[in-house]
């Protein structure tokens, strides 16, 4: 539709995830929870521009959602604490906001590369704040709405939540351990309430998440469970999640993924289609469930009214994440920029160049507004907020969470109850000592230890299969002893092809991997490579820098 006189143009598209209703003069566009656009319908009906009573009812929404709604007198547009659906605006004379990156960018004409979101994507495998690879194209950011208002013309930005600490508990580890039981309780109910009775499907792991997911709902007795695993044949984490299926009674499968089937895949116009769908022209796509989640959907093996429901992302919200010398030492505010950068910068070891630091440090700076200078020394807990904040609205939300386009690509329903917003809001104010080493989250469930499955031991989770170990760990000790340790850490980077994501390598063929393993740190870099050579942006490794 058109927007009314004076206000942006609303880009409407065919994405099945977006519905769209009509509560009296509004019309309105929403993702996700409908009782939560129905909610901010009924405000922007009243010609409502209150921000704090505005932010008040964001900030009481606890479903993931989006929404773009319009009357004569607004246009909002929102999304939830973690961007779970990403709404886009371009910026030029004439305003256009919609719900698909591409389609929104093609309304306003022309296209402006954006080459240090191209530089931070090729880095990272994803660009920060509100940049996409375009300089005219830019994105909600986490917890933001955007209030366009006819009589002036302006734009009223809100941000009504932020990733940091508000009130720290002041609490024992026995009262937080009841909270948080009682918080995850509380999502569990809302996704039992939302699949309504239909299947709920869990790709399942060897980790933590997807096991306390699992265990949850079969604590509250949802009987239409099905778990399901995959990667190369053989591979640990598939055989733990078997156990774990096995010892509930769950039903479980396991989808083999072999190199061949992966990189035939990836070479195909699915695949493409996929990227075209879910990139967000921002963020590198989820290439780990949406092949197994195709095989199993073209064997009959997942009923098309299914929910899918993992565990993303149980161990950076309990802080999982958080690096041990951030406990140990004092930073300065550049050291911590530094640490920042070398952790989620390094796709590529060649890109590291100083020039392009320079310039990731800058967007690192802009992303937590940190405006101290290199010297000044930071508080562990401001330090540690910080971090988290960067991982919070940078990685999990842009990178991350963009993963759910996997599950509306395919058509499927989805939630994510380890990203409820009750449980993101307790997990932010919990001090610091009880997310090291995630004691109290690991601790809370080692307490419940429902049918002994967070105390009983695990296969031990290893980068090869047993067969491949047997050989590769005596050959790694003899090659340190006679090549020494830079060497050997080099020999044993070409055994990735055939480690437990060695398909995803494999997808590139031999010969690319060969060329690039000294070079890059996971499959993601030969994907973040592939994407952004699609999408035009090759030149970032031609020259090394931004062009």
């Not at 073209?298 to 009214?305: E, F, K, L």
């Not at 980077?493 to 994501?501: M, S, T, V």
Request: charged content about 20%; overall charge positive; glycine content about 8%.
């Amino acid at each position: 539709m058109q927007a009314q006189s004076g206000l942006p143009w609303i880009v409407e598209n065919d994405r099945p995830e977006w519905k769209s209703g009509q509560l009296g003069p509004v019309s309105y566009w929403y993702a996700g929870d409908r009782r939560s656009a129905e909610r901010l319908a009924g405000l922007l009906a009243k010609t409502f521009d209150n921000a704090p009573v505005l932010s008040e009812a964001l900030n009481a929404c606890a479903g993931s959602f989006a929404m773009i709604a319009a009357t004569s007198e607004h246009i909002l547009a929102c999304v939830d604490h973690c961007r779970s659906f990403p709404v886009f605006h371009t910026i030029g004379p004439q305003v256009y906001v919609g719900t698909d990156a591409t389609a929104t960018l093609a309304a306003a004409g022309a296209a402006r590369p954006d080459m240090t979101s191209a530089l931070e994507c090729a880095m990272s495998g994803y660009s920060t704040g509100p940049h996409t690879l375009y300089e005219n194209l830019k994105q909600l950011e986490p917890g933001q709405a955007l209030l366009w208002r006819r009589s002036d013309g302006k734009c009223l930005p809100l941000r009504y939540f932020r990733y940091l600490p508000g009130d720290i508990f002041p609490a024992s580890e026995v009262e937080l351990q009841d909270r948080l039981d009682a918080v995850v309780n509380q999502a569990i109910d809302r996704t039992i309430a939302a699949a309504d009775g239909a299947p709920i499907v869990i790709p399942l792991s060897g980790g933590l998440d997807s096991r306390l997911i699992l265990a949850k709902l079969h604590a509250r007795n949802y009987r239409n469970l099905h778990c399901f695993s995959y990667g190369q044949a053989g591979n640990a984490d598939a055989m733990v999640a078997r156990d774990i299926a096995d010892h509930l009674g769950v039903s479980w499968r396991f989808v083999p993924t072999p190199g061949r089937v992966t990189r035939r895949f990836f070479n195909s116009s699915l695949r493409r289609d996929y990227w075209q769908y879910a990139d967000a022209l921002s963020a590198v796509p989820n290439n780990q469930d949406i092949l197994p989640l195709q095989l199993l959907r073209a064997q009959a093996g997942i009923p098309a009214d299914a929910m899918i429901v993992n565990g993303q992302t149980g161990d950076f919200i309990s802080g999982g994440h958080i690096p041990e010398p951030l406990f140990q030492l004092g930073l300065s505010a550049g050291a911590l920029v530094s640490r920042i950068s070398e952790r989620h910068y390094s796709l590529w070891t060649s890109l590291r160049t100083p020039a392009n630091q320079a310039q990731i440090a800058g967007r690192i700076r802009s992303l937590i507004e940190l405006d101290a200078e290199d010297s000044q020394p930071l508080g562990q807990e401001q330090a540690i907020a910080l971090w988290e904040r960067f991982e919070y609205e940078g990685r999990q939300a842009r990178y991350i969470v963009n993963g759910q386009r996997v599950y509306d690509h395919l058509g499927y329903r989805w939630q994510l109850p380890l990203w409820d917003a009750d449980l993101v809001h307790f997990w932010r104010d919990v001090p610091p000592a009880f997310k090291r080493r995630q004691k109290l989250y690991r601790d809370t469930w080692v307490r419940w230890d429902y049918e002994r499955l967070f105390s009983r031991p695990t296969r031990a989770i290893s980068a090869w299969s047993k067969p491949v170990s047997a050989f590769i760990i005596p050959l790694s000790v003899m090659a340190r002893l006679l090549l020494g340790r830079q060497r050997r850490d080099r020999m044993i980077g070409y055994a990735r092809y055939i480690d437990r994501f060695g398909n995803h390598y494999q997808s590139f063929g031999w010969k690319a991997f060969a060329r690039a393993a000294p070079d890059i740190r996971n499959p993601v870099a030969l994907y973040a490579k592939a994407w952004l050579e699609e999408r035009g942006f090759a030149a970032i490794w031609d020259t090394g820098r931004p062009t």
